[in-house]
């Protein structure tokens, strides 16, 4: 993981991945990286896998993503907040055979919320979900939509294992309810509040 990319192009015909304009490229701040087991296990529990971290401002425009891209996630830490949710959405910029020019191209999907699980005495709380996703997919959004029509981010999805037929969802680390993650983000935007007053 060494940068974030925003406004990617469609791929070409053939599939291969388009880069995005230099001005929509934010390098990480690996100064500034916290994980739940940043030593790359790939065997990670579902619902304990997650990362946050801050960007450097981009090059060419000097700006952060929150400023150039018009806009961000709120994110949920109320875990009763999901009786409302019905239908999550995940958007990301998984590898895709058919049409090739969505080969790593940014992809949005919806699909069923099916719940939370929660082990007892544990900090990792798992999303559920049906939503079409693909190898590649791991960390994007898990979000729904409010009443109003703002982008909620529930959590990051981490495991694509949907095969809604044979009972095999989705799933995600959930924000609510994953005090580490809460403390990471929280710690994140401590520091980069104090290093732009």
């Known amino acids: 993981m060494q940068q974030l990319e925003f406004n990617v192009p469609v791929s070409t015909i053939d599939g291969e991945a388009n880069d995005p304009s230099k001005k929509d490229v934010y390098k990480i701040d690996l100064d500034n990286l916290l994980c739940s087991d940043c030593s790359k296990d790939k065997n ?3 619902g304990k896998d997650w990362a946050a971290f801050l960007v450097i401002p981009n090059n060419e ?28 959405n995940v958007s990301g910029y ?28 544990d900090d990792d709380v798992e999303i559920l979900h049906l939503v079409d996703t693909r190898r590649g997919n791991s960390g994007s959004p898990i979000f729904s939509y409010d009443k109003n029509k703002n982008e909620i981010a529930h959590g990051i999805h981490t495991g694509g294992d949907c095969e809604p037929n044979k009972g095999h969802p989705n799933s995600g680390t959930s924000i609510a309810g994953h005090v580490s993650l809460i403390n990471a983000i929280d710690q994140l935007a401590s520091i980069h509040k104090i290093a732009n007053e």
């Open 61 to 88: 425009t000097k700006l952060y993503p929150l400023d150039a891209q018009n806009g961000g996630f709120n994110y949920d830490l109320l875990l009763s907040n999901f009786k409302e949710v019905k239908k999550v």
């Open 44 to 46: 990670l529990k579902h």
């Open 94 to 121: 998984g590898k895709n055979y058919e049409p090739a020019y969505a080969n790593f191209a940014l992809q949005d999907s919806q699909g069923d919320y099916l719940g939370l699980a929660k082990e007892l005495f």
